[in-house]
Antibody
Framework: QVQLQESGPGLVKPSETLSLTCTVSGGSISNYYWTWIRQPPGKGLESIGYIYYTGSTNYNPSLKSRVTISVDTSKNEVSLRLSSVTAADTAVYYC???????????????????WGKGTTVTVSS | DIQMTQSPSSLSASVGDRVTITCRAS??????LNWYQQRPGKAPKVLIY???TLQSGVPSRFSGSGFGTDFTLTISSLQPEDLATYYC?????????FGQGTKLENK
């Protein structure tokens, strides 16, 4: 059974770069999309972006200028970097596997079927 | 971005009740709609994708319906473990935006 585990510093200073790693165990990183989602305290869910195992990415335009998502297939890891952080970036950060359901139409269906437990990141000096 | 609006934002219900949560998209998204359940302190869990397809392992008391801009999640007979926050998410176009959530509480 595939499991995801987020890791990284729980405290980041304003203006610095947040760096997190998602380690995939119990299965291969290949042939899937991997996504990062965050949830500020007491608030809802926000998609940060996703990466295919080949390295192609798609970022939320609201964060695109500050986000980098990468994949290391040899380590079964997906990484997130978010630069120039502020207090507004304080959140629980989740990684999740994004699966594709092939549709008869021109668009496929996507949803997240496996999630990590999440890691809390606080931005504060 | 497509805006997703859920109603109500919170809901009080009793065990055994039939519960319905609605989700409205700011533009047509066909059937590209997912529902997630998030228990307190836990990661979200997918319940339904493609508006009405039940994810494997999810109890049959959960069902989804809708097309275009209006969708519903129904719990036919509320169980204690269903007290959680529910989110809809559109997967029609990126970014795949979420609704603000509906918190289901015990009456």
């Amino acid at each position: 059974q595939v499991q995801l585990q987020e890791s990284g510093p729980g405290l980041v200073k304003p203006s610095e770069t947040l760096s997190l790693t998602c380690t995939v165990s119990g299965g291969s990183i290949s042939n899937y999309y991997w996504t990062w989602i965050r949830q500020p305290p007491g608030k809802g869910l926000e998609s940060i972006g996703y990466i295919y195992y080949t390295g192609s990415t798609n970022y939320n335009p609201s964060l695109k200028s500050r986000v980098t998502i990468s994949v290391d297939t040899s380590k079964n890891e997906v990484s997130l970097r978010l630069s120039s952080v502020t207090a507004a970036d304080t959140a629980v950060y989740y990684c999740a596997r994004r699966v594709v359901v092939i549709s008869a139409t021109s668009r496929n269906y996507y949803y997240m079927d496996v999630w990590g437990k999440g890691t809390t990141v606080t931005v504060s000096s | 971005d497509i805006q997703m609006t859920q109603s109500p934002s919170s809901l009080s219900a009793s065990v055994g009740d039939r519960v319905t949560i609605t989700c409205r998209a700011s533009q047509s998204i066909s059937k590209y709609l997912n529902w997630y359940q998030q228990r307190p302190g836990k990661a979200p869990k997918v319940l339904i994708y493609a508006a009405s397809t039940l994810q494997s392992g999810v109890p049959s008391r959960f069902s989804g319906s809708g097309f275009g801009t209006d969708f519903t999640l129904t719990i036919s007979s509320l169980q204690p473990e269903d007290l959680a926050t529910y989110y809809c998410q559109q997967s029609y176009s990126t970014p795949h935006t979420f609704g603000q959530g509906t918190k289901l509480e015990n009456k």
